[in-house]
Structure formats: structure tokens, C-alpha cells
């Protein structure tokens, strides 16, 4: 089957075989702002920047758009950089900041001063808004729009030296406050912050706007292919603007691709800070969150997402990934690669009355089925177990074919067991389970043959560790969160996170090198950063179920 490549592949590989590349060689890059832990949907940026400049042997620059010094942390910064590693990504000697460029700006921007282009604007911010116009009319002329060069380059430079007040002025481009393109409407260059910079500290109090910033970094840089998603489609002739400013040498092209929406999550930085401040979540890393930091800790792989945004494609309409997608890719990554344990969640004791009581044997269970190489492990059993406390019905319902009493299930990979009786707390909460085993049926098999319909999961009672299991759910409970009040807060799933505080687990999962698990029958589960020897704690990363499967064979 023939290889298939997206529009912009297309595009790329046109401009190669043409010749349109200085040195035939593209440079793409990522450009994240450093206010917020990146989000799923940046997964699609850096896979397509970075994938494409290895496919066609670029590079890809991994810049810093911090041009808002008082949202941006070096928190920030340092958990992009290990989302884009963890991811599998590199960009090697290729770190670069927009504030390496303010120099630049600042020099390009007394440059338009001079040739007539660019003013200051001393507006209030509601005049700009007010008189900037709407999609149907144009906007009005600021009554500073004529002021002489010498006069501009004055108070510019009072706005550089710190001698007016936040919102008192602004540096706004003059192009055309009559252009359909609102964003082409004297559009602003440079604002006054009185904030300290993470990487300039305070040698600046006035900062260059992203539009102005963002093409000019790309042009400095060498930039080829610069990929943004949809919503930058209206910016793009306000970025080739800036990029055709005389002192610009090299002119860099901007393509737009359709961003990655997912049902049930929201893709605002904004909206996901909220959820931080608010306390609705532990932290930009809670497992409920769609950043990449939160996926990690909830026990996503990267070649999982990988996958996912290989399944979605690159595509100019927008559109929203159903959220079960996500979790099939998860899912079916996690089964090939995931360490078999045995993990009783909500626990019984079963007491086998005619096992003797001092006796211990083992049993082997295969790591993971699916891998043909893969490794075994014992498993140790003895007269008292722990089983899911829904593997027994006192009163069973229709087709319920696990423990009931008369009733004989197999207990995976080890014996034969008929519930006999059963004994209660003063609530009247079932606290044993008593059976009986049959000897010669170890290992599922018997003398006569005979078969049984219910297999239950199990571990030793002696010797099992208790465990905290956090079985989480998505954060929202609608498909488009706000959708019926307009908030989103409303939609908020408040059963997203449901603790198991006195789970039972068998002793291997602290000896496997592995860092992720299929609980057998349970899910898929994997260590929290927070788990420690005394103290173990897993999250469910998915679960067991395929609803995407069932969602697909109906399409």
C-alpha cells in the first residue's frame, strides 16, 4: 500500500524538488509560549514540526515564544522540555527564546518609526477597541496616527525608559484601519509591562506583542515552514507583513493545520489554569488533566499518543476526536507492553477449609500473554486468599456464573473452588467466604475434564501488599464541556476520581522493572509519582473495556 502523506507533505516535497529551499533543507519549528504545561493537543505540533524535519532531513527548532513575562515560569519551561523528550524528540543545539530577539524588535521597531510606519498610539485600551471596527465596518483612524516621526520616536523611546505608565501608550503598525482583515487594522507592536522577565529580568518595560514577535523570530531563525493551527489562518497576512519589513533577509511561509479536539476535554491553557487555581485538581499534572505532563503520571506511552495522532491525521477542516479513540490507542499499546498482576481492588477473604493450613505453593503466571519472549513469575497461594468481593453473590441473578454457594469456579491458574458458607459482620457485610478445593484440578485441569464458566482472580492473603488504587475517569461528563450553560465548570465529572484505599495486591508488582500493569480483569494501572515502598499507589490509566471497538463496528 502506497504511502500516504498530508497537504503539507505535499507542499514540502514540492518546494524541495523545485528548489524553493535555500540549501534544500527545511527547518521547521515548535514555538510554545511558557505560561501553561502544554496540553494533548500540542502532541499534534510537536509530532508534525519534529516529525517532518527528521522525515526530509531538517531540523526543527524548539523556540520560546515568551513575549507575556508575567504569565511565563521557568516551571514551564522545564516541563516542555521533558513532554517533547518523553514524546522521543530532540532538538539537539537548537534552543531558542524570543526574548534572544527583544534587541532586534525593539531595533526593527524604531526602524519602522523612522520610514513612517508605525506610531504611537495614545488611546485609552477602550478607544482602541471601540473604534478598531467590526467584520462589516471598518475601523477609525487614531487621532495620533499622523504624528510626526520625530514625535513618535520620542515617545518611544519614554516608553523604553520607563517614563509612562501600563496602558498609557502603544506602538501600533500603520497599515490600514479600513481592511476587511481586522487584524490588519494598525495592528499593535508594542505594549508597557512593568514586569520582570524570567530570562531579561527588568532591562525591559516595554514587551513586543506575539504577532509582531512570532514571524520576525521565524525569519531570524531561517525558519521554511512555519505550521500553525487554523485559528492563526486570519493572522497570515499580518505575519507575511512583518516578515516583508525591509530588514527582514529571509522570508519564512506559514501553513495552518486543523488542531487536535478531543471530546470531554477543553484545550485552553486559560481554562486548564483555572482548574489548577481553583483546586479542582492536584496540580497541571492531576491524571484528569489533558496535559501531557497529566497523561505521563496517569500512564499513557508516548508511542501510544504516538499512534493516536498518526490514526487522527493532518487535515485543514476542523473537527472533534472522540475521546474513546484516544483511549483504544492507550489500550492497545498498553496490552502488548503491560505486565500481567494479579490485584484484588475491593477485597474478601476465601477460606479454603480443606487446604492444609500450613501450606504454601506457587504458581506461574506469564508476564504478558501477547509477547511470545515474554518472562514468567510465581505467584504464591495458600488456605486463605482475597477475590473481588463482586466474585461472590450471595443471591446470584440470572447468568451470574461466578461464586454463589454450590457453586464451583476456577481461581486463575491455580484450582477448582465451591463456595459452602458464609460469614457476616453485625452490618451484615459479607467478611469470608468459606470453600473447598479439588486437589487434582491445579492448573484449571481435571481428571474428568468438566468445565467451568467462572474464572475468578485472586491473591495470597499471607503475604499480599496493601495498596491505594486511584481509579480515574474522564473530567467532564458532557462531550463538549459548556456547551448547555456556557461554562465549562458545570460539566466538571464529579466522579472522575474514585479512591480504593484497602486494595490487596501480590508482591511481584515492586520487583518488575515494568512501570506499567494490566491488573488482571481490573485495567491497566501504573505507579503514582507519590507511591513509595511503604505507602504503594497505582492509577488506573484505562480500563479494560473497548468502547471504541463497539463504536466502530456500528459506523
Known amino acids: 500500500m502506497a504511502e500516504t502523506i498530508n497537504f503539507i507533505e505535499k507542499i514540502i516535497i514540492d518546494d524541495l524538488e523545485k528548489g524553493r529551499i535555500k540549501n534544500n533543507k527545511i527547518v521547521t519549528r515548535f514555538p510554545p509560549e511558557p505560561n501553561g504545561y502544554l496540553h494533548i493537543g500540542h502532541i499534534k505540533s510537536i509530532c508534525l514540526n519534529f516529525g517532518l524535519a527528521k522525515k526530509y532531513n531538517g531540523v526543527c527548532h524548539l523556540r520560546f515564544d515568551d513575549t507575556n513575562p508575567e504569565k511565563e515560569d521557568k516551571e514551564y519551561i522545564e516541563s516542555i522540555k521533558s513532554n517533547i523528550k518523553w514524546l522521543g524528540f530532540d532538538w539537539g543545539k537548537n534552543e531558542y527564546y524570543a526574548s534572544d530577539y527583544y534587541d532586534k524588535l525593539y531595533s526593527i521597531a524604531v526602524h519602522l518609526i523612522e520610514k513612517g510606519l508605525a506610531y504611537v498610539d495614545g488611546q485609552t485600551p477602550e478607544e482602541v477597541k471601540a473604534n478598531r471596527g467590526t467584520l462589516t465596518e471598518p475601523g477609525i483612524n487614531s487621532p495620533d496616527r499622523d504624528r510626526s516621526v520625530s514625535e513618535n520616536l520620542r515617545l518611544f523611546n519614554e516608553m523604553k525608559e520607563g517614563l509612562h505608565p501600563e496602558g498609557k501608550y502603544l506602538l501600533r503598525a500603520k497599515l490600514d484601519m479600513s481592511s476587511p482583515n481586522i487584524n490588519m487594522r494598525d495592528p499593535a507592536l508594542y505594549r508597557i509591562k512593568y514586569a520582570v522577565h524570567p530570562r531579561t529580568g527588568d532591562k525591559w518595560c516595554i514587551y513586543p506583542m506575539y504577532d509582531f514577535t512570532h514571524p520576525i523570530s521565524d525569519a531570524i531563525e531561517g525558519i521554511t ?17 512583518a516578515c516583508s519589513i525591509d530588514e527582514i533577509e529571509h522570508t519564512p511561509h506559514q501553513y495552518e493545520f486543523a488542531r487536535l479536539n478531543i471530546s470531554y476535554t477543553v484545550m485552553s491553557k486559560r481554562k486548564l489554569l483555572n482548574l489548577v487555581k481553583l483546586g479542582l485538581v492536584s496540580g497541571w499534572d492531576d491524571p484528569r488533566m489533558p496535559t501531557i505532563s497529566g497523561i505521563i503520571r496517569r500512564g499513557y506511552s508516548p508511542e ?41 481492588l475491593d477485597p474478601v477473604k476465601l477460606i479454603i477449609d480443606n487446604y492444609p493450613e500450613d501450606k504454601t505453593e506457587y504458581f506461574e503466571l506469564t508476564d504478558n500473554p501477547e509477547d511470545p519472549d515474554s518472562e514468567k ?33 476456577r481461581l486463575k491458574s491455580a484450582y477448582y473452588v465451591t463456595a459452602i458458607s458464609i460469614k457476616k459482620d453485625t452490618d451484615g ?56 450553560t456556557g461554562n465549562y465548570l458545570d460539566d466538571l465529572n464529579e466522579n472522575s476520581l474514585k479512591i ?45 473495556k473497548d468502547s471504541w471497538a463497539k463504536i466502530k463496528a456500528k459506523n
Open 500 to 544: 480504593l484505599e484497602n486494595a490487596k495486591i501480590e508482591t511481584f508488582v515492586t520487583k518488575s522493572k515494568s512501570k506499567y500493569f494490566q491488573f488482571i480483569r481490573n485495567g491497566y494501572f501504573t505507579p503514582d509519582k507519590d507511591s513509595t515502598p511503604s505507602k504503594l499507589i497505582y492509577n488506573r490509566t484505562v480500563t479494560l
Open 304 to 344: 501510544s499518543m504516538i499512534d493516536f495522532i498518526n490514526k487522527i491525521g493532518i487535515a485543514k477542516v476542523e473537527s472533534v476526536v472522540d475521546f474513546s479513540l484516544m483511549e483504544f490507542c492507550v489500550r492497545d499499546d498498553l496490552n502488548k507492553r503491560a505486565t500481567r498482576i494479579m490485584a484484588v
Open 377 to 409: 513469575h510465581l505467584i504464591s497461594f495458600s488456605r486463605e486468599l482475597f477475590i473481588e468481593r463482586e466474585d461472590f453473590m450471595e443471591e446470584p441473578i440470572k447468568g451470574y456464573h461466578r461464586l454463589y454457594i454450590g457453586n464451583e469456579v
Open 225 to 241: 515552514h512555519s505550521l500553525c493551527t487554523l485559528e492563526f489562518e486570519d493572522h497570515r497576512p499580518a505575519y507575511d507583513w
Open 429 to 484: 457485610k459479607i467478611t469470608e467466604i468459606h470453600a473447598l478445593y479439588d486437589p487434582e484440578s491445579r492448573g484449571g485441569e481435571t481428571p474428568d475434564k468438566r468445565k467451568v464458566k467462572g474464572t475468578s482472580h485472586w491473591v495470597n492473603a499471607k503475604d499480599s501488599l496493601n495498596a491505594e488504587i486511584r481509579l480515574y475517569d474522564k473530567l467532564f461528563k458532557n462531550p463538549n464541556p459548556g456547551e448547555k
